[in-house]
């Protein structure tokens, strides 16, 4: 079992909904970053936390320290979202970016 | 400010070559990071430096993996001799701080996809 677990997999849905995805993880950490990594791009850092809510356009990022728990939410969601978020928890032990296995986000018009 | 660039974007070579991949982190950065993501696997930890010093090497899949960063700028990842399993997409990150801290915000490279055929 990973260290870090994301949920959903893979999500397809309508341009408008409201997206939520999910990461739980196992270990202390000291942060948390969502990532997205667009098809054959690189990645780019969302947002790094470690307590409470941040909010950037239209994402939000939420997270439980107690539940060891972190959610990415996209408010409105646009085909351009369309990419795969991943979940990575910095360890309070070694530094090191764990990674979650990601979520394939898509987008329909 | 140039952001992390990483070369070559892609290459194939076959079992047994040997091929170097290139990091230049953003100018000033001291933490320079690797990463790779195998064929359906999550992205794994490799190495991090500090300046030139190797800080956590722990991720290095064996000795056919060799990481410099002389002069505590760019950074090489070489692979002798390459393995089948080796393919994947190498990815380079760094931060700013010396010294690590919970809010060291790392800034990742566009990756390098290797295929080992």
């Known amino acids: 079992k990973n260290e870090v677990e994301q949920s959903p997999q893979n999500l397809t849905a309508q341009e408008g909904e409201f997206i939520t995805i999910n990461c739980s993880y196992s270990?202390?950490?000291?942060?948390l970053h969502w990532l997205q990594q667009h098809p054959g791009g690189g990645i780019v850092s969302l947002f790094m936390?470690?307590?409470?809510?941040k909010k950037h356009g239209r994402l939000i990022a939420t997270i439980n320290i107690q539940e060891k728990h972190s959610s990415l939410h996209i408010t409105a969601s646009h085909p351009r979202d369309s990419a795969v978020y991943i979940c990575?928890?910095?360890?309070?032990?070694?530094?090191?970016?764990?990674w979650g296995a990601g979520t394939k986000l898509i987008i329909k018009p | 400010e140039a952001g992390v660039t990483q070369f070559p974007s892609h290459s194939v070579i076959e079992k047994g070559q040997t091929v170097t991949l290139r990091c230049d982190p953003i100018?000033?950065?001291?933490?320079l990071y690797w990463y790779r993501r195998v064929m359906g696997k999550e992205i794994k930890f490799l190495l991090h430096?500090?300046?030139?010093?190797?800080?956590?090497e722990s991720g290095m899949p064996n000795n056919r993996f060799l990481a410099e960063r002389t002069g505590g700028t760019y950074s090489t990842l070489k692979v002798q001799p390459a393995e089948l399993e080796d393919s994947g997409v190498y990815f380079c990150?760094?931060?700013?701080?010396?010294?690590?801290?919970?809010?060291?915000?790392?800034?990742f490279g566009p990756g390098t996809r290797l295929t080992v055929l």
């Open positions: 990150a760094s931060s700013p701080v010396a010294v690590e801290s919970s809010y060291n915000e790392q800034f």
């Open positions: 270990v202390g950490i000291s942060a």
């Open positions: 100018s000033g950065h001291d933490n």
């Open positions: 990575a928890v910095r360890s309070r032990s070694n530094y090191q970016l764990i």
């Open positions: 430096f500090v300046k030139e010093s190797k800080q956590d």
């Open positions: 936390l470690s307590s409470g809510k």
